[in-house]
Every structure is written in structure tokens, then in C-alpha cells.
Nanobody, 116 residues
């Protein structure tokens, strides 16, 4: 049974930084990409950033230049470095593994709160 374990969320002041981590327990085959989504209260879940198997990346316009996604070693880990955080970045952040075939895997979410 594959599980995605997230860590690194918390409370930070505007302008601050946080680093989210996601590690997969168990082997995952056929990964198309790994990424992070977020969901703020009353809003739909949105894709924040994704890194594909060829190491190309995607970022939502709202986080470009502020967030950086990377993969770790072993390859079933993914990080999201968040800088210059804004109150509108407040949300529950979810790790996601997108597969070439089959359903995606999801983490349980980690809360990020940006507030003074």
C-alpha cells in the first residue's frame, strides 16, 4: 500500500518561507509527475506546481518566481520551497503523484497559514 507522507507546513508571516516535503512509502511505478495542489477554504483545489519525469516543471501563475519544486533522492520524494509567502497562499497543501496509467496518489494534506 503506497502512502504519501507530507511535512513542513505551519504558520509563517507574510514574506517568509516554508519548505514542504513529500515522501512516498512503497514503490510507485509509472510516475508521470509529482506535484503539489492546494485548497483554500471555499475554493476549488488547484495545481500549484508539478515536476515531470523528464524534470520539466509547471507552476501556476500565482506562484511563479516564488515557489520552486524539486525531486529528491530517492526519486519518490518531492519538495516545494515557498518564498515571499502571501496571505493568499494560505491553504491546505496536498502532495500528488500522477501516474502514466491508473489513479493518482494523494497525501493527506498539510496546512500552510500565512498571517501576521
Amino acid at each position: 500500500q503506497v502512502q504519501l507522507v507530507e511535512s513542513g507546513g505551519g504558520l509563517v508571516q507574510p514574506g517568509g518561507s516554508l519548505r514542504l516535503s513529500c515522501a512516498a512509502s512503497g514503490s510507485i511505478f509509472g510516475i508521470r509527475g509529482m506535484g503539489w495542489y492546494r485548497q483554500a477554504p471555499g475554493k476549488q483545489r488547484e495545481l500549484v506546481a508539478r515536476i515531470y519525469r523528464d524534470n520539466t516543471t509547471y507552476y501556476a501563475d500565482s506562484v511563479k518566481g516564488r515557489f520552486t519544486i524539486s525531486r529528491g533522492n530517492p526519486k519518490n520524494t518531492v519538495y516545494l520551497q515557498m518564498s515571499s509567502l502571501k496571505p493568499e497562499d494560505t491553504a491546505v497543501y496536498y502532495c500528488n503523484v500522477q501516474r502514466l496509467v491508473g489513479v493518482d496518489f494523494w497525501g493527506q494534506g498539510t496546512q500552510v497559514t500565512v498571517s501576521s
